[in-house]
């Protein structure tokens, strides 16, 4: 069956992405280490064993230019970050599906391949991230996800990788790769931190 990949992405604007590192860098160059980090994250897992979807925030930016043209996007729509990951999850028909942020620099072809890998012997599978959350949520048969998937998360805190997994009682479940999303000037690279003391600030997207 179709695997379909779905990076959830927000149009790059000020004060509009990455607002918690905004705080540490500022918020242009944070905006700019967003923009351009989603366009390596995008070019980076284009693969023919997966069609890769866009799911778009705010809703208006389906249209944007931001994003490669020839790549199919949905609008996120309302709600919270659990209502729009299921409404995005939901949105793919019955074939296996994985979802992931655009902010994950250490995202490769590989990790993406071991996740559908994984999806072949189990109901769904998580990618945890290094803070407790996850960077990966995927399903075998996304419709058949229960109505009470995300319900009641703490989401951005060490117990939102716990908290989903409770809303999913027994299914078979698979964890793969561990790996680092950014929220603060922490998270960053190593050569990405050193960059906004070096490099001159970037224009505003």
Same mark, same amino acid.
Request: aromatic letters at 6%.
């Given at each position: 069956?179709k695997?379909?990949l779905i990076?959830?992405?927000?149009?790059?604007?000020?004060?509009?992405v990455?607002?918690?590192?905004?705080r540490?860098i500022g918020?242009i160059?944070?905006t700019?280490?967003?923009?351009?980090?989603?366009?390596?994250?995008?070019r980076?897992?284009?693969?023919?064993?997966w069609?890769?979807l866009?799911?778009?925030?705010?809703?208006?930016?389906?249209a944007?230019?931001v994003?490669p043209?020839?790549?199919?996007?949905?609008?996120?729509?309302?709600?919270?970050?659990g209502?729009r990951?299921k409404?995005m999850?939901?949105?793919v028909?019955?074939?296996?599906?994985c979802l992931? +942020?655009?902010?994950?620099? =250490?995202?490769r072809p590989a990790h993406i391949? !071991?996740?559908f /890998?994984? @999806?072949?012997s189990?109901?769904a599978?998580? +990618?945890p991230?290094?803070? =407790?959350?996850?960077?990966?949520?995927?399903a !075998?048969?996304p /419709?058949? @996800?229960?109505?009470g998937?995300f319900s009641?998360?703490?989401?951005?805190s060490?117990?939102a990788l716990t908290d989903?997994?409770?809303?999913?009682?027994?299914w078979?479940?698979?964890?793969?790769d561990?790996?680092?999303d950014?929220?603060?000037?922490a998270d960053l690279p190593?050569h990405?931190?050193?960059?906004?003391?070096?490099?001159?600030a970037p224009?505003?997207?």
């Amino acid at each position: 069956m179709k695997r379909t990949l779905i990076v959830m992405v927000k149009e790059p604007r000020p004060g509009r992405v990455k607002t918690r590192l905004g705080r540490d860098i500022g918020v242009i160059p944070a905006t700019w280490w967003f923009r351009h980090q989603s366009a390596r994250l995008l070019r980076t897992l284009r693969d023919p064993r997966w069609q890769t979807l866009l799911a778009v925030a705010p809703d208006r930016a389906v249209a944007s230019r931001v994003w490669p043209a020839d790549l199919p996007r949905l609008p996120q729509g309302n709600g919270d970050l659990g209502a729009r990951m299921k409404r995005m999850l939901r949105s793919v028909g019955n074939g296996p599906v994985c979802l992931i +942020g655009a902010d994950i620099p =250490g995202i490769r072809p590989a990790h993406i391949a !071991r996740a559908f /890998a994984a @999806l072949g012997s189990h109901d769904a599978v998580f +990618g945890p991230a290094a803070d =407790g959350g996850y960077w990966l949520v995927g399903a !075998r048969h996304p /419709a058949r @996800l229960p109505q009470g998937l995300f319900s009641d998360v703490r989401w951005s805190s060490e117990h939102a990788l716990t908290d989903t997994l409770a809303t999913l009682p027994g299914w078979r479940i698979a964890l793969v790769d561990t790996l680092r999303d950014v929220d603060t000037v922490a998270d960053l690279p190593r050569h990405s931190s050193a960059s906004f003391h070096h490099d001159a600030a970037p224009s505003p997207c």
